[in-house]
C-alpha cells in the first residue's frame, strides 16, 4: 500500500506564495503520475497539476502561469509551487499517485491552503 503525506499549506495573504510538498512511501511502480488536486467547501474536487515520472506536466487553466509543479522521482516526491496566490486558490489540498495503467490511485490526507486579503 502507497501512503502520501502533504505538507506546506497554511495561510496567506493575497498576492503571496506557499510551496507544497508531498512524499509518497511503499511500493511504487516507476512509471506513474503524481498531482494535486483541490477542493474547497461545497465545490467538487478539481485537477490543480500533474506531473508523469518522465517530468510532463499538465495544468488546469486557472493557475496556469502561477503555479509550477515538480517532483523527485527517486525519492517520489512531488512538490507544487503557488505564486500570486487569490482568494479563489483557498481549498484542501490532495496529492495524488496514479500507477501506470490508471489503478491504483492513491489520495493524500489533504493540508490547508487559506488566502486572505
Given at each position: 500500500?502507497?501512503?502520501?503525506?502533504?505538507?506546506?499549506?497554511?495561510?496567506?495573504?493575497?498576492?503571496?506564495?506557499?510551496?507544497?510538498?508531498?512524499?509518497?512511501?511503499?511500493?511504487?511502480?516507476?512509471?506513474?503520475?503524481?498531482?494535486?488536486?483541490?477542493?474547497?467547501?461545497?465545490?467538487?474536487?478539481?485537477?490543480?497539476?500533474?506531473?508523469?515520472?518522465?517530468?510532463?506536466t499538465n495544468y488546469?487553466?486557472?493557475?496556469?502561469?502561477?503555479?509550477?509543479?515538480?517532483?523527485?522521482?527517486?525519492?517520489?516526491?512531488?512538490?507544487?509551487?503557488?505564486?500570486?496566490?487569490?482568494?479563489?486558490?483557498?481549498?484542501v489540498y490532495y496529492c495524488n499517485?496514479?500507477?501506470?495503467?490508471?489503478?491504483?490511485?492513491?489520495?493524500?490526507?489533504?493540508?490547508?491552503?487559506?488566502?486572505?486579503?
Amino acid at each position: 500500500q502507497v501512503q502520501l503525506v502533504e505538507s506546506g499549506g497554511g495561510l496567506v495573504q493575497a498576492g503571496g506564495s506557499l510551496r507544497l510538498s508531498c512524499a509518497a512511501s511503499g511500493s511504487i511502480f516507476a512509471t506513474n503520475v503524481m498531482g494535486w488536486h483541490r477542493q474547497a467547501p461545497g465545490k467538487q474536487r478539481e485537477l490543480v497539476a500533474q506531473i508523469t515520472s518522465g517530468g510532463r506536466t499538465n495544468y488546469a487553466n486557472s493557475v496556469k502561469g502561477r503555479f509550477t509543479i515538480s517532483r523527485d522521482s527517486a525519492k517520489n516526491t512531488v512538490y507544487l509551487q503557488m505564486n500570486s496566490l487569490k482568494s479563489e486558490d483557498t481549498a484542501v489540498y490532495y496529492c495524488n499517485l496514479v500507477s501506470q495503467g490508471g489503478f491504483p490511485n492513491y489520495w493524500g490526507q489533504g493540508t490547508q491552503v487559506t488566502v486572505s486579503s
